[in-house]
């Protein structure tokens, strides 16, 4: 058996080995507020008991090319002919996208205040097997599946977790396999990059403030990224506040106070659904954005992550607009798969019409973050007939299909018996930009995740409830 399968089917006694990794999670905060339960309920988070195999080319490859992607979605952030002319139809049918998009058009209608934006991205992708996307069917490929502007989650957990699986590793006799898990480190690196915001505002007494759900299950995760920046500048100040907590923040001279603290950075981990945002949201909101506190993100580059950007970015000669180099243009382009509007055009109406006959082979994709949206088999066609002549069709993209390669892993969830079960895989490569309209003053890729679920569940949000965080083994 390879090597990467020992671990797993060298487990003498599952159960100790599950309370160890359980208990591991516990103690060291690889852990979520569950749905259910009172406010001090605390549960483990969802986790693979073993790291899973992963080519090692790959990874360095999409670890080199996050600097790339990060510029072109800075560069598309301050494009604004190009945010308004891929949006356009869009707007015109998604409430939410058009509620971001008349908030960027006031504020850039007033200069942008603010010049600079903070990202801190998330690039994910499985491996395709299917050869649908590369015709070289049987070789796995990786396929970017999107770009995450907004709230790009785990990276505070990844060391948590990847730290647990080393301690499982050893404990069960596979200390030789570590040197072949590298380090994320994405907890230190975010928040170096929300750090670097904060000394670009300039004022050391100023705060940074975390804008969090009303009510946050992930805790967790956004707490370790508040750590490690407490832990590179120990007097910087973090604050936390709902947007029901914002409703006296003010401008003084374009500074943001909220509660008498100036605020340096605005870093969002809410504001990306719908079910999110009050008319009074919108308005605060609006008012931090026409603010002097760098935003992570501001509303572009959060209109820059939309479904219908990445489908626009995909069609020929559109990365031109971008880069003149050859070479980083085909390297990024190699990592799209096929991308289609569904705008009532020929086009649009070709693309329905190949799903509608054949909806196994696409994902039906809406303008929306957080995961448990995408449209999958049969559905695909039963949406796509229901929107047939209904411009609502307009709000959707479509995507192939990308068939990722199984292997198997043990799935640990709470209250949940533990059996090895077949899985797929999608990794995320985070990195860090800030800068303005003519410079770049931070670019750099900041760690990985790895997130899996059983073969048979099509989506993989784990807070969400659909798949378990874990990490990656290079072969």
Not at 74 to 89: G, T
Not at 171 to 197: H, Y
Not at 261 to 276: D, G, K, M
């Amino acid at each position: 058996m390879e090597s990467h399968l020992k671990p797993l089917s060298g487990i003498k006694n599952l159960q100790n080995t599950v309370e160890t990794a359980k208990d591991y999670a516990v103690t060291h905060g690889l852990c979520i507020k569950p749905r259910t339960g009172t406010p001090d309920s605390i549960s483990i988070l969802p986790f693979c008991l073993a790291p899973s195999p992963f080519p090692k080319s790959v990874f360095e490859r999409l670890k080199s090319v996050q600097t790339e992607m990060n510029v072109l979605m800075h560069r598309v952030a301050h494009d604004y002919e190009f945010l308004k002319n891929c949006l356009e139809s869009t707007i015109a049918t998604d409430d939410f996208t058009a509620h971001l998009f008349n908030m960027y058009e006031e504020v850039y209608s007033c200069g942008f205040p603010q010049p600079l934006s903070l990202g801190l991205l998330r690039s994910d992708y499985f491996l395709d097997v299917g050869g649908a996307s590369n015709g070289t069917k049987g070789e796995p490929v990786p396929k970017q599946i999107e770009i995450n502007t907004i709230s790009s989650s785990f990276g505070g957990l990844t060391p948590v977790l990847q730290a647990q699986q080393k301690h499982v590793l050893s404990s069960l006799g596979f200390s030789n396999l570590l040197p072949q898990m590298p380090d994320s480190n994405s907890d230190e690196l975010l928040a170096r990059g929300i750090l670097a915001a904060w000394k670009a505002y300039n004022n050391k007494v100023a705060a940074i403030m975390f804008v969090v759900e009303e009510i946050t299950y992930n805790v967790y995760d956004q707490r370790f990224l508040e750590y490690a920046i407490i832990r590179q500048s120990p007097g910087v100040k973090v604050i936390r506040r709902k947007f029901s907590e914002l409703h006296q923040c003010s401008l003084q001279d374009g500074r943001l106070f909220v509660d008498n603290l100036e605020i340096a950075v605005v870093y969002y981990r809410t504001s990306y659904a719908p079910n999110q945002m009050t008319v009074k949201d919108w308005e605060i909101r609006l008012l931090i954005e026409k603010s002097l506190a760098i935003k992570c993100p501001s509303v572009q580059y959060q209109l820059a992550g939309t479904k219908k950007v990445q489908q626009v970015l995909a069609q020929p000669g559109v990365l031109e607009r971008f880069f003149t180099s050859k070479v980083t243009i085909d390297e990024i382009r190699s990592y799209f798969t096929g991308l289609y509007s569904l705008d009532f055009t020929p086009e649009g109406n070709r693309a329905a019409a190949k799903a509608i006959e054949k909806p196994n082979g696409y994902v039906l994709k809406p303008q929306r973050e957080g995961g448990g949206n995408n449209i999958y088999g049969e559905d695909v066609k039963t949406m796509l007939l229901a929107l047939r002549n209904k411009k609502e069709r307009e709000g959707f993209i479509l995507m192939d299909l990308i068939t990722p390669p199984v292997n198997h892993n043990y799935i640990v969830k709470p209250d949940t018996p533990v059996e090895l079960v077949d899985i797929v895989s999608e990794i995320g490569i985070f990195g860090v930009v800030l800068g303005d309209q003519d410079d770049i003053l931070e670019n750099y890729e900041a760690g990985f995740i790895l997130r899996s679920k059983k073969v048979e569940i099509r989506e993989g949000g784990i807070a969400a409830g659909f798949g378990a965080l874990n990490s990656i083994l290079l072969v």
